[in-house]
């Protein structure tokens, strides 16, 4: 719950499920993606749009009041694997995306983007505290 009490923490959460979510909408906005999301089984399909509708809770949830929020935090363990689930997904695009622009317009690496110490924070906690089925 200590992640919820710090700004910058937060923000990293917020954008975290915000690129998440943003991902899992794009599905429905190009070809490929709405042809491979028609290619799923269905139950597949199902649990594409529980988590998808889990993270626009959880996404909800972050922008609440404080107090709210850490009330619906409190309830379980499955949003806070949600959020370790998409602040890896987070850092692992991250780091790619940088490496994309070191290669490609010669700029150097950042702490601020691949190796962001607030976001390897995060995951380290989420991961020590994680609740597994």
């Given at each position: 719950m200590d992640l919820l009490d710090t700004n910058n923490t937060l923000d990293i959460l917020k954008d975290s499920v915000a690129y998440?979510?943003?991902?899992?909408?794009?599905?429905?906005?190009?070809?490929?993606?709405?042809?491979?999301?028609?290619?799923?089984?269905?139950?597949?399909?199902?649990?594409?749009?529980?988590?998808?509708?889990?993270?626009?809770?959880?996404?909800?949830?972050?922008?609440?009041?404080?107090?709210?929020?850490?009330?619906?935090?409190?309830?379980?363990?499955y949003y806070w694997r949600l959020l370790r689930s998409s602040c890896n997904t987070y850092q692992n695009d991250l780091i790619e995306f940088e490496q994309q622009l070191v290669q490609e317009f010669n700029l150097k690496e950042t702490k601020a983007i691949s190796n962001n110490e607030i976001l390897k924070n995060c995951i380290k906690i989420l991961t020590e505290h994680a609740v597994e089925d």
């Open positions: 998440q979510l943003q991902k899992m909408q794009s599905v429905e906005k190009t070809a490929d993606g709405k042809e491979w999301y028609q290619d799923l089984p269905q139950i597949v399909k199902d649990k594409f749009n529980d988590y998808k509708e889990a993270y626009e809770n959880i996404s909800r949830i972050l922008k609440s009041d404080h107090h709210v929020m850490l009330n619906e935090m409190s309830k379980g363990y």
